[in-house]
């Protein structure tokens, strides 16, 4: 009788602890379930609904002069100094799972940074700063897409606003990204001028004189380009039968705005920051710069970064009062500045341009879907015991049953 009860014992014992390994098992199941969705998954789910703009037929552009862009900013990969670990693990792999995503599925041509790839750029010494660059590489790397080049704008994170620049950090930022005070690219017959915000002071500083002197020379390569008569004027050669493209500026200020105040959309900013004034050459380029980069260089778009909000602006010329051309703000890229981060999509001819903004997943939502993988990983818990007495209960009274009848 006592080796019956022993068995029965025994059994209960065995039948306790498969009970206890299959809803162990489950939850496991449950929150690496809710990991795979929220770190990996969640990323093509919302990108997909994204789409390339239309392209504009401008009747002058041939199909190979198409360029298709992305379009980022304000990074702000955090360094030594400010943040926790956790915080810097966090945005890095929220901001590369995105970025990989979106080159798998839309395969640009180009990507453009516009500025404050680092956050603390200006304050790392020379082997912080090399861990940086590489750092930006592994999160945003190009190389396995061999027809994409990435390109990289000034931010003021980056190397400083222009009363903390010295010639060692626009050195070494420079060389690490050949990102010259100014730069200009022909990408597919569009220009594109590349610009440091900070050397827009027009104060004779190394870096600005070297810029003025630069933007004067690019103005008359341009003019050549629109109007070839006057290339000997310049001491330039004519240019080739290609259709003059009037420049895209890209940079991380935005041009002259009093504030956000006119800006629209769900991404623009908060209410009560919309009515703060900006300050001229900390929030956006000073009047006098934004007037004549206009009268110079005559831009078609404006792209900037910045505010980490979004902002459509028209720039009027004041004297006819019409449109001279149009200013997208692009939102930041990371987490840590925005609940909702976004990037531009960009189709580019030497005659016209196409913008489409996607969205990236709201960190708002990956909250709540962990929410509810907790939720009923909690409610299996809670319940899954119980469902292992009753039935521990029930094997305990047929083993009773059993051990009477014998």
Known sequence: MLSTVRSHGSVCCRKFMKSSATVLKKALIIAVVSLVVCEYLIYPI??????????????????????????????????????????????????????????????????????????????????????????????????????????????????????????????????????????????????????????????????????????????????????????????????SANLFSSPVLLQHFPMYRKSDETCKGEDAAPENEKVIKFRESYDCLSKDSSDFLFQLIKPRLILSGHTHHHCITEHLNEERTEKLTMEYSVPSFSWRNRNDPSFYLAIFTPGEYNLSKCYMPKESTVYFLYSVGGIILMLWLIFSPYNIRRKLANWSRKASLSHHEE
């Open 46 to 239: 919302v990108l997909y609904q994204c789409f390339w703009p239309e392209q504009k037929q401008d009747g002058r552009s041939r199909e190979n002069e198409t360029l298709r862009a992305m379009i980022l900013a304000d990074t702000h990969l955090l360094g030594p100094f400010r943040g926790h670990w956790f915080d810097k693990l966090r945005r890095e792999w929220q901001m590369h799972r995105a970025f990989q995503t979106a080159m798998t599925l839309f395969q640009p041509e180009a990507v453009f940074f516009l500025g404050d790839v680092f956050d603390e750029g200006n304050w790392v010494n020379e082997e912080g700063f090399k861990e940086y660059v590489n750092r930006f590489h592994q999160l945003f790397s190009v190389k396995e897409n061999g027809k994409t080049r990435s390109f990289v704008v000034t931010g003021n994170h980056d190397m400083g606003f222009h009363y903390e620049i010295i010639p060692y950090l626009h050195h070494r930022f420079n060389k690490a990204f050949n990102a010259s005070s100014v730069r200009l690219l022909k990408l597919k017959g569009s220009n594109f001028l590349m610009l440091n915000s900070m050397a827009m002071e027009m104060d004779g500083c190394f870096l600005c004189s070297s810029a003025m002197k630069s933007l004067l020379d690019i103005s008359k390569t341009l003019e050549c380009e629109k109007n070839p008569d006057l290339c000997s004027k310049y001491g330039l050669q004519k240019p």
